[in-house]
């Protein structure tokens, strides 16, 4: 089911006075409970796209949805709260690993919010496979790859329905980014999406790649096992997730 659409997006920048559009018609859909890839070249407006989908760059045109309702009925808050933008360079706070997973309670967007249990923020944690780690580890003795797998469980601890990630693995050698792709596939369930730019080769956890080059965007699915999801990595986390435990 298309969890996730872009229809004919649009974004115009200002450059040296005058404006430049990396791209004025590019769409796309989602599936629940699937990864995707977006590539390109540099400077073909990947960033630039999921930035403009995250409600964080204006458009110049073009539409979004969510579950079929149009961002217009949402407040830009809720709607960035569903569609999660994570930075390639995501920024922990000073503090425990309980304290960054429950950062996003601190923030206007979840007021009136419960933050998460001990005891749900420990599942998850389990998920992303730290050697150890606990909760109340500092977050800054850990290691990059630690560090972005921690980054990726506080977005993906507020539930959004849409991870846009970009490039949250480019900084990390291959055996980090591989655990970040693996954290990543685990932690969707049928209802939420994800789609991730990504520079290095396919390492089988998305469902299909989306290229954008020259203002325009096509797709290309990979190849799917017998029951129809990707080659590599499960929803491990579709229980946590999906709200029994928390
Ligand atoms: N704030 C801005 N003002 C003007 N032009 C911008 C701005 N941000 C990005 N651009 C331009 O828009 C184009 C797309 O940039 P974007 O960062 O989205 O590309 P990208 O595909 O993500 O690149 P890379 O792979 O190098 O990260 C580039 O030509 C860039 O110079």
Excluded at 18 to 25: K, Q, V
Excluded at 57 to 79: C, I, K, M, Q, Y
Excluded at 153 to 180: G, H, K, N
Aim: charged residues 20%; glycine residues 10%; contains cysteine.
């Amino acid at each position: 089911m298309t969890v996730f659409e872009a229809r004919h997006i649009g974004v115009q920048y200002q450059r040296n006075g005058e404006p430049f559009a990396p791209f004025s018609d590019v769409s796309l859909a989602l599936e629940g409970g699937r990864m995707y890839n977006l590539t390109g070249p540099s400077g073909s407006g990947k960033s630039t796209l999921l930035a403009a989908c995250a409600l964080m760059l204006p458009r110049s045109g073009g539409s979004l949805a969510l579950n079929g309702v149009p961002f217009d009925r949402f407040h830009p808050t809720e709607w960035r709260r569903r569609v999660c933008l994570v930075p390639q360079a995501s920024a922990l706070v000073p503090g425990t690993v309980r304290d960054n997973l429950r950062f996003p309670w601190t923030l206007k967007v979840n007021a009136g919010t419960e933050p998460p249990s001990d005891e749900f923020l420990e599942e998850l944690l389990a998920l992303a496979q730290l050697n150890g780690v606990t909760l109340d580890h500092s977050a800054a003795q850990l290691s990059g790859g630690q560090q972005a797998r921690v980054a990726l469980l506080r977005a993906f601890a507020t539930r959004p329905t849409v991870m846009l990630l970009d490039e949250v693995e480019a900084a990390l050698d291959e055996e980090s980014a591989v655990a970040v792709s693996r954290l990543t596939r685990a932690l969707l369930t049928g209802a939420t999406t994800c789609l991730r730019i990504r520079h290095r080769a396919d390492d089988g956890y998305a469902c299909g790649t989306f290229t954008l080059a020259d203002g325009a965007i096509s797709y290309e699915a990979h190849p799917v096992t017998a029951d129809n999801t990707p080659v590599a990595g499960t929803g491990a986390a579709v229980g946590i997730l999906e709200g029994a435990s928390r």
